[in-house]
């Protein structure tokens, strides 16, 4: 499908709760996720699961948790200085906030990074955790809860891993923070953060803001649904146009675009970091392989797609049509996506010249990855089907 890396959950060992985000021992591999079959111990089984998707174009990405470990890890017990605390003493477990309230997980233990009365020992541990993984073979970092860690700490961890691995790609899981927090986390030296694009409703001004407020800090990446949300298959009761509408904005819209397992298969059981299995893999009669794949070559072929790059949403005469404008900084490339906001009905998009959008003077062209134009009449009149986008691009000159 042309994706270039491949993103796996944490695999090391779990606590009691199982949860993969719950770790009580960073340096073994979870044996749920092993290979009973095979005569190869733990940390050879990784390297071959990361040499086989080297083979295949693919860079491997792991979570990286120091945010927080498994409340009933030893790490407690060995370093109790290096938790957050409850006014009674007890280890106090990690939360976030949520549509405003406060939700805690009781199998977590929150890390004092602020306070602890051996920082050193802390950032220490956690270094050697992340060289840990470079050695079974990832090249990259989802660093989770990413704003809920000083920026000092991650900016030092950062600068001191890339010292000797240059290449490292290390990206802010910065959901549920605000617009501010984001940026502050941003600057540690992350290359990817995460916006909040899945959630958008086509119309309200608040993603651009956010998008440029760190477009010119970082890179961020779109996704139509991830790990943590329901899917969007079953969320728009099998809505097809939806789910090509909704990867086609991800992937045009910033930088990075993601998306789970499963997705261009159109599943509907949402992932579980505890119960999920290979055994909950559907069967459906739904495959986006190849149009992800188109529309990941129109992104791959055009820079303006690649950056965060300055974008304007324009007002359009018909309310049902997404009207977005990019211009590539470092390039010459400008581009026009149309969008069909209705999922439902065919929407009309009209206009005398396209010249009151775009500032190039080269002609446009269409790369849409469905129903391409050949050639761009103007005046220009089109009915778009459901969920339906055009994209357009044109070069400064």
Known sequence: MGFDWVFVNPIQQPGASRSLYSIADYFRINTALLDPQSAAPPEEQVRQMVAQARASGLKTMIDLVINHSAIDSRLTSEHPEWFLREPDGRVANAFCQHNGERVVWHDLAQFDHQHTRDPEGLYRYCLSVVEHLLALGFEGFRCDAAYQVPRSFWHRLI???????????????????????TRDTACAGFDYVFNSSKWWNFQDWWLIEQYNLVRETTRSISFPESHDTPRLYQELNGNLAALKQRYLFAAL???????PMGFEFGFRKQLHVVHTTPADWEKTDVDLSSYIAQVNAVKKSHAVFQEESPTSIFPCQNPNILLMWKASSKHKDEALVILNKDLHQHQEFSTDHFRHFVQAGAPLRDYSPEYPLEYIHEPFHYALRPGQGIVLVTSRT
């Open 159 to 181: 600068q001191d891993i890339k010292g000797h691995h240059p290449h490292t790609c290390f990206v802010a899981e910065t959901l549920g923070c605000s617009a501010d927090q």
């Open 253 to 259: 819209f910033s930088a990075g675009v993601m998306m």
